[in-house]
């Protein structure tokens, strides 16, 4: 129990400290773009309705999760293949190199072509965008398997589902949990450009609309509920990895120990 304790302060203290500095530093502010903390947070409640939360919050998410669902199940999978057989990865390289250097938000405009202007070309963008980190991520992890490892499975016939399954994936694992994270927070970035142009409701949409009708608290109060939602998510997936990886990090303990 302590040791929770002790890593929910370490968690908290710095963003405490960031609010406290914030609430100190913009106290008594006149600035109509940059008004007190305190005028932001009393607005909060009258804004963040459960009505709206329903409307804009929870769109958002189910985007969000879409997306990134679709990007984590294409990311692996090609993963896979591409980094177990070296004239896939030779053929692909080139490709993968080009469309990973074009920003997911220049795509908009084109996947609005094809796709609309509804959810699908907004879950579409937030995919595009997360696939990358999960795919290299875990091409690399997977060309990482340790030979004599491969070697011992071969030699014993483990092959096909069954080296998948009890070698490559978890030899993979650490890598791809390090794309899953980074494409978390792109997800999240991607979720709200897509709501910033061609939508009626969700996070992106609310906090333009409240920059456009100069209501400038609550316009940071919807930054600040994007803050601490991408917090949130952060916390819940590390719990994730630290279930899904205890392996892992108990082996580096032992090592570090050793």
Not at 92 to 120: N, Q, S, W, Y
Not at 137 to 160: C, F, K, M, P, Q
Not at 187 to 208: D, P, R, Y
């Amino acid at each position: 129990m302590t040791r929770i304790v002790r890593r929910l302060l370490y968690a908290l203290a710095l963003p405490a400290l960031l609010a406290s500095l914030w609430w100190l530093g913009s106290r008594g502010s006149q600035s109509i773009y940059a008004p007190p903390l305190s005028t932001i947070l009393s607005v909060t409640d009258d804004v963040w309705t459960t009505d709206r939360l329903t409307r804009d919050v929870l769109p958002s998410l189910l985007r969000l999760t879409g997306g990134y669902t679709l990007a984590a199940l294409a990311g692996i999978g090609l993963g896979v293949l591409i980094g177990t057989y070296r004239a896939v990865r030779a053929l692909t390289e080139p490709v993968l190199e080009f469309f990973r250097a074009v920003p997911p938000p220049v795509l908009i405009p084109v996947i609005m072509l094809f796709a609309g202007i509804g959810d699908t070309m907004k879950v579409t963008v937030i995919a595009a965008g997360c696939v990358w980190p999960i795919l290299l991520n875990t091409v690399e992890g997977v060309r990482a398997v340790d030979g004599v490892l491969a070697e011992t499975a071969r030699s014993y016939g483990i092959t096909g589902v069954s080296r998948l399954r009890r070698l490559v994936l978890p030899a993979a694992a650490p890598q791809i949990f390090a794309g899953l994270r980074q494409a978390l927070s792109i997800g999240i970035i991607l979720m709200v450009i897509s709501e910033m142009s061609a939508a009626s409701n969700g996070l992106g949409f609310t906090v333009v609309q409240f920059q456009r009708s100069f209501a400038i608290p609550e316009m940071w109060s919807g930054i600040l509920l994007l803050g601490t939602i991408g917090f949130l998510l952060s916390v819940v997936f590390q719990a994730v990895e630290r279930r899904a990886l205890a392996w892992y990090h108990g082996l580096r303990a032992s090592k570090g120990s050793g």
